[in-house]
């Protein structure tokens, strides 16, 4: 079973165009979050939520909605699409619990904008 | 910028030489992890070494941590051609839960048969 899935994993689509990316968890972790990777392999976050609850927005435009119905599912709704949206996004999750973990990572979904 | 950085950018060998991939950072930590990242595919977190430990062993990886020189490396011995992918640092930012992982720009690795 696997641990963090998101779909789609391609998606290509249009300047202007409105998508978005889904993600589920199956370990029960409080904390998601969602990273992008730009084409140098350069990861940064984007979004953090613990238990639903927004902690972690950076710098991110308002075009980018990240939306939490439950701890076990983040997902990313992006407006009005542009070039520059073109990257790998990656879904992750972890629990703390008593002491700092490691983040589990989906597969990523690499978006193109044309 | 609060990015880690990581040395070498890339790195070939032969299977069954040892690899060493070396992360600095800028800001105190209570922990630092390393990821591996295949082509294609998600990170997979591979070791995760706390503020107060030097160094730390799993299987064939070995990791240090220099708090004073904010540095860390990670060595991988006797490697395999299926080690080849991109390794990447990782510390929380704020020095606390994982909430911001704050990665480095990452190594890629090469492992020749």
């Known amino acids: 079973d696997t641990a963090v899935s998101q779909t789609p994993k391609y998606l290509v689509t249009q300047m202007g165009n409105d998508k978005s990316i889904k993600c589920e968890q199956n370990l029960g972790h409080d904390t998601m979050y969602w990273y992008k990777q730009d084409s140098k392999k350069f990861l940064k976050i984007m979004f953090s939520y613990n238990n639903k609850e927004l902690i972690i927005n950076e710098t991110v435009p308002n075009r980018f909605s990240p939306k939490s119905p439950d701890k076990a599912h983040l997902n990313l709704h992006i407006n009005s699409l542009e070039l520059g949206d073109s990257a790998v996004y990656f879904c992750?999750?972890?629990?703390?619990?008593?002491?700092?973990?490691?983040?589990?990572f989906g597969q990523g979904t690499r978006l193109t904008v044309v | 910028s609060q990015q880690g950085e990581e040395d070498p950018q890339a790195l070939s060998i032969q299977e069954g030489e040892n690899a060493t991939m070396n992360c600095s950072y800028k800001t105190s930590i209570n922990n630092l992890q390393w990821y591996r990242q295949n082509s294609g595919r998600g990170l997979v977190h591979l070791i995760l070494?706390?503020?107060n430990e030097r160094e730390k062993h799993s299987g064939r990886l070995r990791v240090t941590l220099d708090t004073s020189k904010k540095s860390s490396s990670l060595l991988i011995t006797a490697s395999r051609a299926a080690d080849t992918a991109s390794y990447f640092c990782a510390t929380p930012w704020g020095g606390g839960a994982t909430n911001k992982l704050i990665f480095g720009t990452g190594t890629l690795l090469a492992v020749q048969p």
């Open positions: 070494i706390r503020s």
């Open positions: 992750a999750s972890s629990q703390e619990g008593s002491g700092p973990v490691g983040a589990f």
